[in-house]
């Protein structure tokens, strides 16, 4: 009885603090996914991660607003004691932009066909700027909230063929399913700051990206003087799933570098 007890205790102790497990001298890996997406689209990068001894934690982003939801993320950093590699995906690249601000503790930042903006920009206006998104013609009718605004989901028809069209049918079905939606508001807010001006950036997306076009992820990562961009050939807008290892090959690389 004595010995049950004891390990009903050591069990409730790594649940409860987790951190006193998980001491190390390597930097906490911090995903960001975007609109669409959720926590699990990182599946397969956290375990390549956690594999080499990395900390990891997946950020459930609320795609509530730029702003917001960048405050979100810099909270969770500001509780990590560890250096940081923020990685963002889509909509999530003007989230830790915004996050990485001055005094946090952040040596990375990686974007995962994401958006590296100006001060000022939005998504939508940028995207408008390139051809090649089909996304406007995939998205379902908007659901208005009883709070105001309104959520936006991608039609569950078009999604695998528009957002992880390099993903298997029946996995593609179930992200389309558990899919997050973001507001139409945070799509249209412009970001405040642009962290990737201060911290060492690296880049990576598919040639085949029908949410963000390819040119407008090539114009980002230059302007951003990106240390590494890596294209993934055939890849969706949904890199992380469908190609986990390039993509954590990169964040190793902004985790390892001084």
Request: glycine residues 8%; aromatic residues 6%; negative net charge.
């Amino acid at each position: 009885m004595n010995k049950l007890i004891a390990c009903i205790l050591m069990i409730a102790a790594t649940v409860i603090c987790p951190a006193a497990t998980a001491q190390t001298d390597k930097p906490t890996i911090v995903l960001v996914h975007g609109a669409f997406a959720e926590a699990s689209s990182w599946d397969g990068v956290t375990a390549i991660l956690q594999n080499q001894g990395y900390p990891v934690v997946a950020v459930a982003n609320p795609l509530r607003g730029v702003k917001s939801d960048a405050q979100y993320v810099s909270d969770i950093v500001d509780s990590i004691e560890t250096p940081v590699v923020l990685v963002g995906h889509s909509y999530g690249g003007l989230v830790i932009g915004e996050a990485a601000g001055s005094g946090r503790n952040v040596k990375g930042l990686v974007f995962v066909a994401a958006f590296a903006a100006e001060a000022g920009e939005t998504v939508t206006g940028h995207s408008g700027k390139f051809a090649g998104s089909s996304l406007g013609t995939a998205l379902a009718p908007p659901v208005a909230l009883t709070t105001g605004g309104k959520d936006l989901y991608i039609r569950q028809d078009k999604f695998h063929d528009q957002f992880a069209a390099d993903v298997n049918e029946a996995e593609a079905t179930l992200m389309a399913v558990s899919q997050r939606p973001v507001t139409e508001a945070a799509l249209n807010e412009p970001a405040g700051t642009s962290g990737w001006k201060g911290v060492p950036s690296w880049f990576v997306h598919g040639d085949k990206d029908k949410n963000i076009p390819p040119a407008a992820l090539a114009f980002m990562a230059d302007r951003a003087r990106s240390r590494k961009t890596v294209i993934v050939p055939g890849a969706s807008h949904v890199v992380m799933v469908s190609h986990p290892d390039a993509i954590a090959e990169l964040v190793l690389a902004a985790a390892r570098s001084d």
